[in-house]
Structure formats: C-alpha cells, structure tokens
C-alpha cells in the first residue's frame, strides 16, 4: 500500500470521532424526548425513532455502507514490510497520559486560582497603605467569597473542593513575582495581572463548561475580576504618573490609552489598559516589576486541576 | 490502491456520513423548535423547554457525577438565537442612550471620548451579536428601552445625572447577560456574550470612578444576573410593539 498505516489510522479515527459524536446527541434528543411525555408528539417521536429509516435515508445509509466497505476492504493486512536486522535493545517509549477534564476540574481549578489571589492579596498587604490598601482587603475578601462559591459548586456535583492555590500558578509565577516585588507599585502591578488572568480564564473556561447554570456561575465572578482590574488599573495609572491613565480616550483603536512611564531601570512599562477593547481577550497579561516585563497566560490544561 | 483512490474513497465515505449528520441535526433542530414553540406558547420567553429538552439529560448526568458524556451544542439553537436578537436590541438601544448623551452637550470634553468609546463598543457587540443571530437578527434598537432611558438622558441637567443613567444602563446589561449566560445553550453564543459582559462591567466601573460611586458600588462580590439583582427582563421589553 502506498499509504502509511500511521496517516489511515488518523483517517479512521476522525471518522469514528464525527460518528460518535453525532450518536451521542440523537441519543441525547431521544432521551429528552421520551422521558418527559409533553417534550415531543406522538409522531415527533416516531420521526425521531425512524427517521434514520426512511426511504432517502436508507439509500444514503446504503451508499455510506458500501463506500465504508470498499475503504475497509482496501485496508485490509498486506504482508508485513521486510524485517530490518537490529541490533542492541529497542527504546522503551511510554505513551502520553490522556487526561481528561469535566466540569468538576474546571471548578476546581477556579477555586486554586481565587486562592493564588487570596495568597498575592496577603503578601502585597505589606506594601500597601491607605485607600489602596482598603482596597486590596476588600478584594481579598471577594475572592475569598469567590472559592467558597466553587467549592460550594463542585461539591454539588459530586466533586472533591481543591483547598489550596493552584500549584503551577504558585510556583511559576507568584514566588518567583513576589521576589521581584519591592514597592507598592509591583504589589499593584501583580495584582492587576493575576485579576487580569482569572478574568480571561473564567472567560476562556465558559464554553468548556457543560451546563448555562455553570456558566452563569462562572462568569458572575469573572466580571467581578474584570471590575477589579479596571480599578487597580485606574490606581495604578495614578501612582505611575501624576494624571494617571484618565478615563478611556476616543480614536481609531478602541483600547484605552497606555501608560507608558519609564521606569529608574530606563526599561518602559508595559501599557496598562483600563478597558482591554470591545471585547474581553483571551490573552495573556503583563507585569512589570523591579524593571522587568513578565507575561502571565491564562490557565490551560497543563495548569488544571484534575 | 493507491494514495489518490483511497483518498477519494474516504472523501466519499466522508460526505456520505457527513449527509447522515446533516439528518442527526435536522431532528435536533426540529426537536428544539417544538420545544420553542410550546414554551413561548407557555410564556416563557427564555424558552426553558428547549432547555430542558436539550441539557436536560447533560443536567441529570451533572448532578449525579459532575461529569457529562453529551458534549453541549456549539452553534446557538432557536432559543438561543430568541435571546440573541433580543440581546442585540439591547445593545443598539445602549447605542441610542450614548448618542443622546453625546448630543445633548452635558458632557464635558474630557467625558465625551469616553462616552465615545463606549458608544463604539456597543455597536461592535451588536454587529457580533447580529452576526451570530444571522438572518433573525432584527439590526434595530430595543423600543421599550429606547423609551425608558432615552427622555431621561434628553431631559437631563447636569453631566452627572447623563453619566448616572449610563451607569445604571451599563451595570444592568452586565447583569443581563449574566441573566442570559444561564439560558443559552450554544456554546459559541456563551462564549460572545462572556467576551461583551466584562466589558459592560468595566465599563460600569469607568462611571463610578467618574461619578465618585464608592468603590462598593463600582464593585459587587458578584455579578448578579438575575432580576432582582438589575438585569433587564426580556419580556418586559419585547421586541414586538
């Protein structure tokens, strides 16, 4: 055959995956259906049951039939390639682990995230005074209110409450930010991205999430995380420059204006947006601390906590 | 057989499978039509039976395991398209609001970029609602909240109250779309309005600073998205009359 096996197989497993799926949600309408009497009519029913035996159907069954049997028969073993001599062991190779997440991992990893705040809110506590500091108390409270809510959630769902801060987000950016924070601005830069992060990952969690109840969870704390960025933003900008960033300017771009002060390092400030754009983005976020730029992502798979 | 046959071959087993799915979905599509129709018959506007029908086994599977085998629909069903025309009235009326603001001179210069602004976002989030909806989308500002926002900005005094109104407006569409977010089905049509209702609350808190609120008032622990908490009603506001 002039086709790897490796590229067929990839083939097939699409097919398999578009076949699956599609079972997966006539099964879904036929359960609704059936379950509850006044979902569907008599004859909605019956369409539903034998729908995929109508006359058009069955010759498009037909015809599906016969080309799946020519591919299959076309696939079929042919004699195995000519053995080439080997010497030595072969290399063990270990496959990836497959993991898969469900809404309870998602719920999960929200609540770590809150905690990472809650533990940045504490420790930039220190170098904040006044009205800042007020502030940033009253949104340590927030998320805390926030992760009793997820954990409330995934116990609902049968899930087991993830008590700590995420460890990924713990390890690989808030040690080593908090080495980096020396003043009240870092406390503020920090914060700032880590609201900017959690908005943009409840935002990117959304349609991961099986249920619109989930989502609406989800999101009545993601916008509270927006709010709190836009504000520390606006103190932020106050405390880089006398007159601030101001309220958002008109133009041809819809994102508001940058602060772009430089700092005694003489390396700039990343711009600090009270409004991201017309849209909240999906995208990492930036923090500027003791002169230097880091990027902070949103949380993925590989930060999830199953 | 070589690589050109074989790929023709699954080419053909493809669009052969993929008609068969086009028939899956028509039952589906059929199955949340009945359901709309019934429901709106009921008086729900929000089409809970289409709901109930569709996530209706996801939900079961949920509470039980927290886990769900049925993955939810991407494309918005009727009922989520219901909410997104109705939605984008919403936004064109936010429009509406915004132009009367900018046109009755209360503001002053250094709020008119913003005012500006946010009169630019809302027009975005209505050309992506609108594009989402597709043919239903009507493309016209909500009448009933034309009406009840557009004298007040008209007869107000002072650039406070104008700005006032825009924040009450602003705080308001954040939580209807928190309303909304606990209805949709699709998922592309949850993931649109998660991108547009940070941006309402944002610019909510943009007001407030401006305004003065406290930073309580700018702030919630949550977002509310019910009634109660400020979301506007769809059915107080219909599209129709």
Same mark, same amino acid.
């Given at each position: ?31 609704? +259906?059936?379950?509850?009497?006044d979902?569907?009519?008599?004859d ?14 069955f ?33 063990v ?17 929200a609540?770590?995230l809150?905690?990472n ?5 504490g420790?930039?506590?220190?170098f ?8 940033a ?34 390890e ?6 908090l ?8 406390a503020?830069?920090? %914060?700032? %991205?880590?609201?900017?992060? +959690? ?45 601030g960033?101001?309220i ?5 771009s819809?994102v ?8 005694a ?17 999906v ?12 990027s ?5 798979p590989?930060?999830?906590i199953? | ?5 074989l ?8 669009e ?23 429901s ?7 089409v ?48 509406a ?9 209360? #503001? ?23 594009? #989402? ?32 109104i ?6 308001a569409?954040a ?9 949709? #089905? ?21 007001l ?19 009634t ?10 219909? #599209?129709?009359?």
């Amino acid at each position: 055959m002039d086709i790897s096996r490796d590229e067929l197989n990839r083939e097939r497993r699409a097919i398999d995956q578009a076949n699956t799926e599609a079972m997966r949600s006539h099964a879904s309408v036929l359960a609704a +259906a059936f379950e509850d009497d006044d979902a569907a009519s008599a004859d909605d029913k019956a369409t539903l049951l034998l729908g995929g035996l109508a006359r058009r159907r069955f010759l498009t069954i037909g015809g599906f039939s016969v080309a799946t049997a020519a591919v299959l028969a076309a696939c079929g073993k042919k004699a195995a390639p000519e053995a080439v001599p080997q010497a030595g062991q072969t290399p063990v190779t270990t496959a990836l682990v497959t993991r898969n997440y469900n809404d309870v991992v998602l719920l999960r990893t929200a609540a770590s995230l809150e905690r990472n705040a809650i533990a940045a809110y504490g420790a930039a506590a220190t170098f904040l005074s006044g009205a800042t500091k007020a502030a940033a108390e009253t949104f340590r409270e927030h998320h805390e209110a926030h992760a009793v809510a997820l954990d409330d959630q995934t116990k609902k769902l049968g899930g087991e409450p993830f008590a700590k801060a995420n460890p990924v987000v713990d390890e690989r950016v808030i040690q080593p930010a908090l080495k980096l924070v020396q003043t009240d601005v870092d406390a503020l830069w920090l %914060a700032h %991205a880590l609201e900017e992060v +959690a908005a943009h990952t409840y935002q990117t969690v959304v349609p991961l999430l099986s249920l619109p109840s989930l989502r609406q969870a989800i999101m009545s704390i993601g916008s509270v995380e927006a709010r709190h960025a836009t504000v520390l933003a606006k103190v932020l900008g106050a405390a880089l420059a006398p007159t601030g960033v101001g309220i958002p300017a008109a133009g041809p771009s819809t994102v508001a204006p940058a602060t772009t002060t430089a700092p005694a390092s003489g390396v700039a400030a990343p711009p600090l947006y009270l409004l991201p754009g017309s849209f909240e983005p999906v995208a990492a976020s930036l923090v500027h601390l003791s002169g230097q730029t880091l990027s902070v992502a949103p949380l993925g798979p590989n930060s999830f906590i199953y | 057989m070589d690589v050109t046959r074989l790929r023709r071959l699954l080419r053909e087993v493809d669009e052969e499978h993929r008609d068969t799915l086009r028939n899956v979905t028509d039952d589906l599509t059929a199955a949340a039509d009945a359901a709309s129709r019934r429901s709106f018959l009921r008086g729900s506007l929000l089409v809970g039976g289409a709901a109930a029908l569709v996530a209706g086994p996801m939900a079961a599977a949920a509470s039980a395991t927290g886990t769900t085998t049925t993955a939810p629909p991407k494309q918005p069903l009727p009922a989520d398209i219901e909410l997104l025309t109705w939605a984008q009235s919403l936004e064109l009326a936010a429009v509406a609001v915004y132009d009367a603001a900018l046109a009755g001179k209360r #503001l002053s210069d250094k709020v008119v970029p913003a005012a500006a602004l946010f009169r630019r976002h809302h027009i975005d989030h209505a050309e992506a609602i609108g594009a #989402l909806a597709g043919k239903s989308a009507r493309g016209i500002a909500n009448p009933g909240l034309v009406k009840a926002f557009g004298p007040k900005v008209a007869n107000a005094t002072s650039e406070a109250e104008v700005l006032g109104i825009a924040f009450d407006l602003e705080n308001a569409a954040a939580s209807t779309y928190g309303l909304a977010l606990g209805v949709l #089905l699709g998922t592309n049509a949850s993931a649109l309005v998660a991108s547009i209702q940070p941006i309402e609350a944002r610019h909510a808190v943009v007001l407030g600073d401006v305004l003065g609120k406290s930073l309580n008032a700018q702030v919630p622990q949550f977002q509310a998205s019910d009634t109660k908490g400020g979301a506007i009603d769809p059915a107080a506001y219909p #599209l129709e009359g």
